[in-house]
């Protein structure tokens, strides 16, 4: 849908392609016959400044609800997570429309999720704010905060490492801004089951493999992907989290580094894990049967999976899961 410029932060720290353009052409396409109905266009976008990920392509799927749609009030909470208030708030309905600058977020770069309007004091604002990792705000008195001051651990304060000296950090946890490159890509998949049920756990047991590669022909340092400085073990619970409509959610194995580095990959090379999404922490499980989606974080660069949950048969998966340790799966 399409947001007013007030909107426009928010937006930008959770979604992994957005960039800033100007509708050239708005072609209508089909509409549904629901109430309210579903509006499907494709938008031919031009002036196109990419602040995450990239795209590479003018042409965009977008939908909308159409003309009387209620919005459910959203509360959001100290911690980061959201709730949903008592009364429906009426939507004032807005068009995307040709000449019209906005901040467009994707998950895939090719249909557009959000439109928000610009005005070329946010446009210099999201330029700014576009260089901070994921999930990260900027307050209005300058200091940072990072969504790990949320995070379950009983340890979040970041150990003194003089590595890290001169890094704009978190004001609540003192953790540094880390981002990744542009030679740099997440991309994650889901594990199958060893056991597949019909109808259950069609992609799997919440457990996803991540890969982390470089795409260049030199080395790259990697700010974002934390490593154990005496071992080089790669902490991955320390440098990814989980973004959900739910809020920020973290993986059990984190609050416990002190001595870290970035990691280093040589030139096309690659490293992987697998986490186990049903340890994550805060995250609202649904009942019955449901498809979860899940935006993994990594700096400045995040990727998306999901998989089906069926509360009779990943309940008790997801119970045992809550109880381990660590979220890596060997």
């Given amino acids: 849908m399409v947001y007013g410029k007030e909107h426009a932060t928010e937006h930008l720290a959770k979604t992994p392609i957005a960039f800033i353009g100007t509708i050239d052409q708005v072609i209508p396409g089909i509409s549904t016959r629901s109430m309210p109905p579903t509006n499907h266009y494709k938008l031919i976008m031009g002036n196109i400044r990419s602040l995450r990920g990239s795209v590479s392509t003018t042409e965009f799927g977008y939908h909308q609800h159409g003309a009387g749609h209620f919005l459910q009030q959203v509360i ?85 490492n003089k590595q890290y000296t001169s890094y704009d950090k978190c004001a609540k946890t003192g953790r540094p801004l880390l981002i990744t490159t542009d030679d740099i890509t997440l991309t994650c998949e889901p594990v199958q089951a060893a056991h597949v049920k019909e109808y259950q756990n069609p992609d799997g047991d919440g457990v996803f493999k991540l890969t982390v590669k470089n795409n260049s022909n030199r080395p790259v340092e990697i700010p974002a992907l934390l490593r154990d400085s005496h071992t080089k073990n790669i902490l991955w619970e320390e440098s990814v989290f989980v973004i959900t409509d739910a809020g920020n959610h973290f993986f ?79």
């Fill in 252 to 330: 059990p194995g984190h609050g416990h580094a002190r001595d870290v580095e970035p990691t280093l990959l040589e030139p096309n090379a690659s490293v992987s894990t697998k986490l186990d999404t049903l340890t994550l922490h805060g995250l609202s499980w649904p009942q019955g049967g449901w498809r979860l989606h899940l935006r993994f974080c990594l700096g400045d660069k995040a990727t998306e999976g999901s998989y089906y949950y069926f509360t009779d048969h990943h309940e008790p998966i997801r119970k045992n899961a809550q109880k381990k340790p660590s979220a890596i799966v060997n």
């Fill in 76 to 160: 959001q909470n100290p911690d980061g997570s959201e709730t949903l208030g008592d009364q429906p708030l009426q939507e004032q309905v807005k068009e995307p429309t040709v000449g019209i600058s906005y901040l467009a977020c994707s998950s895939d770069g090719q249909h557009i999720n959000t439109l928000v309007e610009l005005d070329n004091n946010t446009i210099e604002e999201l330029i700014k704010l576009s260089k901070i990792p994921l999930g990260w705000s900027k307050q209005s008195n300058g200091h940072y905060e990072s969504p790990w001051q949320h995070s379950h651990a009983k340890t979040v304060k970041w150990h003194d």
